[in-house]
């Protein structure tokens, strides 16, 4: 591959990294506006545990 030709993909990995950084960015700050204190991070964890209550539940029905 020629240099232009690995130029241009750095330049569109760079854009799409600046996209997905400004949405996660974006996505942290609005986890916080809704009451997770520490944004994606306590998201996170409280779907982790959503999960597994809802696994636990699931293996009651069952036995």
Do not use: C, H, P, W
């Amino acid at each position: 591959m020629e240099n232009k030709e690995y130029s241009k993909k750095i330049a569109k990995l760079e854009t799409i990294n600046d996209q997905l950084l400004s949405e996660l960015q974006d996505l942290d700050r609005l986890t916080k506006k809704v009451g997770f204190t520490e944004g994606i991070k306590t998201l996170k964890l409280a779907a982790l545990e959503l999960l597994k209550e809802m696994e636990d539940e699931n293996s009651k029905d069952i036995d």
